[in-house]
C-alpha cells in the first residue's frame, strides 16, 4: 500500500459554529471507538478535517469501519509529502504507477490552500499531466471521465496526494446531539428509525418491551442483535428490557377489547417516558409511520401521544415501506429484522383494533383499574443491558447502577 495516510472530512460539522469543537472532539471519539482493533493507527483530529496515520495498518479494514461512522462526508487514503515540485511530480508517477494507470485515462486536479505556494493551480496541473504522461506509457488525458483521477493538495504543512475519495455516512456524529430512548422492537421500522435518529447525533438507547413466555427468548436475542448493530456505530449501546406480560394481561382483562390496543401504548409510552426521565434523556424515538397500521392512524397517535409531552421524534413518519426496507439494507439490519418472532403488541393485538379511538373513551376505560402498582413494578424490574459491538454483553444487575 503506497498511502501512509487517511484524510477524513466532516460533514455538516464543518459548519456548526461554536459547537464545532465538541463536534470534532465526538467524532474523533466515534472514530477511535470503531477502529479500536487497530493499535498502531495515530488519530488526528484538526480543525477542518481529521488524519489516521496509518503505520501500516490495513487501510481497506479500516474503510469497512469508517464508512460506518456518522459525520464524515468522505475520506481518502493519502501520500503525505513534501510540497517541493521536483518531490511531487515524482511521487505522483509513484502513486499512478502503483494503481497500474498505463492504458488508462487520468487528470490532474491541484488544489492550492497555501496561497504562498510558488506553483498557480492551473500551472500544477499542466505541469504534472505533462510530467506523468512522459513518464508512463499509454497514459491518455480525459478530463470528463477519467479512469484515475489525481487529487493534489498544497497545503501549508504538506502536499497530499490520493486518487480515491470514498463517500462516508454522512449526519452528525453520535452523541453530538443529547440523549433519547429508542422504543425497540424486533421489526424492521424501529431499528431503522434508531439509525436515523443517530445519524443525526443523537446518543440512543433501547426500551424493549418482552412479555414471555408470549414472546420467546428468540425475540429478546434479535433485538440484543440489532442493538449489538447500533452498538457498531455507537459505542456501547443500552438496553432496557421491560417485562410487560402481567401488566398486559390486565390490559386485556379490564379494558373493553377494542381499546385494548390503544391502552397498551399508551402503557409502553408511560413506562418508555419513565426510563427516559431517570435517564436524564430529552426524547422518544419510535418506528411509527402514518397509516402503516392501526395503531398507526393520526387518531391513533393523537391518543396515545396524550400521556406525554416530552417530544416524540418518528422518523420514518412519512417513509414507504420500501424505501424503509432500503434504509434497513444500507444500515445491515434487515436480515436481522426478517427473522421471524412474535412481538408482544401482535400477540395481544384485538380482531377489531380501534383505528380512530377517542381520548375521553380511553381515558374513562383507563380509570375502571389502578394501573400504578403494575407501571412501577415494570419498571423496577426492568434488565438494562450493555453491549459494546463486539459480541460482549453485560449484563448490568441493578438498572439503578446506571444512574
Ligand atoms: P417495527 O417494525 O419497528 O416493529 P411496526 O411497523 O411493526 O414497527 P408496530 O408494531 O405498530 O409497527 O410498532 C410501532 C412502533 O412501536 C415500533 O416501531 C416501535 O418503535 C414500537 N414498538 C412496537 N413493539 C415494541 C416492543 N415490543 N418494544 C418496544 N417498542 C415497540
Ligand atoms: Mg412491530
Given amino acids: 500500500m503506497i498511502y501512509d495516510e487517511i484524510l477524513v472530512r466532516y460533514g455538516e460539522i464543518s459548519t456548526k459554529g461554536k459547537n464545532r469543537k465538541l463536534f470534532i472532539e465526538r467524532l474523533r471519539a466515534n472514530v477511535q471507538y470503531v477502529l479500536k482493533g487497530f493499535p498502531n493507527l495515530k488519530i488526528i483530529a484538526q480543525r477542518d478535517r481529521m488524519y489516521i496515520k496509518l503505520n501500516g495498518e490495513n487501510f481497506d479494514e479500516i474503510a469497512v469501519r469508517l464508512k460506518k461512522v456518522f ?18 511530480k515524482e511521487k505522483s508517477v509513484q502513486l499512478m504507477e502503483s494503481l497500474n494507470a498505463s492504458g488508462k485515462t487520468f487528470k490532474v486536479q491541484a488544489k492550492r490552500v497555501d496561497k504562498e505556494y510558488p506553483h498557480r493551480t492551473n500551472e500544477l496541473n499542466q505541469i504534472l499531466g505533462g510530467h506523468l504522461l512522459t513518464s508512463i506509457e499509454n497514459l491518455k488525458v480525459d478530463v470528463h471521465n477519467p479512469d484515475l483521477e489525481l487529487k493534489v493538495e498544497i497545503r501549508k504543512d504538506a502536499a497530499y496526494l490520493t486518487c480515491e475519495v470514498i463517500k462516508g ?5 453520535v452523541g453530538s446531539g443529547g440523549k433519547a430512548m429508542l422504543m425497540l422492537s424486533g421489526g424492521i421500522d424501529s431499528p431503522v428509525a434508531g439509525f436515523l435518529a443517530m445519524r443525526r447525533g443523537l446518543q440512543i438507547e433501547g426500551v424493549h418491551f418482552f412479555s414471555p413466555p408470549f414472546t420467546s427468548e428468540r425475540s429478546k436475542q434479535k433485538v440484543l442483535d440489532l442493538s449489538e448493530k447500533m452498538a457498531q456505530v455507537s459505542g456501547k449501546f443500552i438496553l432496557h428490557i421491560v417485562h410487560f406480560t402481567e401488566l398486559q394481561q390486565e390490559i386485556i382483562q379490564n379494558v373493553p377489547e377494542n381499546y385494548t390496543m390503544t391502552v397498551m401504548r399508551r402503557m409502553m409510552m408511560r413506562i418508555t417516558d419513565e426510563i427516559r426521565e ?9 418506528g411509527e409511520n402514518i397509516g402503516q397500521v392501526a395503531s398507526q392512524t393520526l387518531e391513533s397517535m393523537y391518543a396515545i401521544n396524550e400521556v406525554t409531552n416530552t417530544p416524540i421524534l418518528r422518523p420514518l413518519l412519512t417513509y414507504d415501506k420500501n424505501d424503509i426496507i432500503e434504509l434497513a439494507r444500507d444500515f445491515d439490519t434487515l436480515e436481522t429484522s426478517n427473522r421471524p418472532y412474535e412481538d408482544c403488541c401482535t400477540i395481544f393485538v384485538p380482531a377489531q383494533p380501534k383505528t380512530n379511538p377517542r381520548r375521553d373513551k380511553v381515558n374513562l376505560y383507563e380509570t375502571y383499574f389502578d394501573w400504578e402498582p403494575y407501571i412501577e413494578k415494570a419498571v423496577e424490574s426492568i434488565e438494562t443491558i450493555e453491549i459494546t459491538g463486539s459480541n460482549n454483553k453485560k449484563e448490568v444487575n441493578e438498572f439503578t447502577d446506571l444512574f
Avoid at 71 to 88: A, N, T, W, Y
Fill in 278 to 286: 431517570r435517564r436524564k434523556g430529552l426524547a422518544i424515538v419510535n
Fill in 169 to 173: 455516512a454522512g449526519g452528525l456524529p
Fill in 71 to 88: 459525520g464524515i462526508q468522505s475520506f481518502s487514503p493519502v501520500m503525505r509529502i513534501g510540497k517541493d515540485l521536483e518531490e511531487v
